[in-house]
């Protein structure tokens, strides 16, 4: 399977974002899919995740700030970020939620003023 991540860049503090994913797998719409992200120096993350069935949910840090959203048709995952903040700064992927498809190259979000 391969995924393809777009839409970062660089955004002042406040601004936003949409993040897109799109993964070519047959079956996507039967799998939970999420975003990580991960800043230099530390781990791989995962920021929010969506099932199949469209229930949501996301780290702390994000909550009211981002949004997750897929188009089944589209083979797509979204990424909505709003109210970003610098320590958001990261390499944002996408990936299966319950295992991982091979990464890809990922998108990076940068937040600075």
């Known amino acids: 399977v391969q995924l393809v991540e777009s839409g970062g860049g660089l955004v002042q503090p406040g601004g936003s974002l949409r993040l897109s994913c799109l993964a070519s797998?047959?079956?996507?719409?039967?799998?939970?899919m999420a975003w990580y992200r991960q800043a230099p120096g530390k781990q791989r993350e995962l920021v929010a995740g969506?099932?199949?069935?469209?229930?949501?949910n996301y780290v702390d840090s994000v909550k009211g700030r981002f949004s997750i959203s897929r188009d089944n048709a589209k083979k797509t995952v979204y990424l909505q970020m709003n109210s970003l903040k610098p320590e958001d700064t990261a390499v944002y992927y996408c990936?299966?939620?319950?295992?991982?498809?091979?990464w890809g190259q990922g998108t990076q979000v940068t937040v600075s003023s």
């Open positions: 990936n299966a939620r319950k295992f991982f498809w091979d």
């Open positions: 797998e047959r079956l996507f719409s039967i799998i939970d």
């Open positions: 969506i099932t199949s069935g469209g229930s949501k």
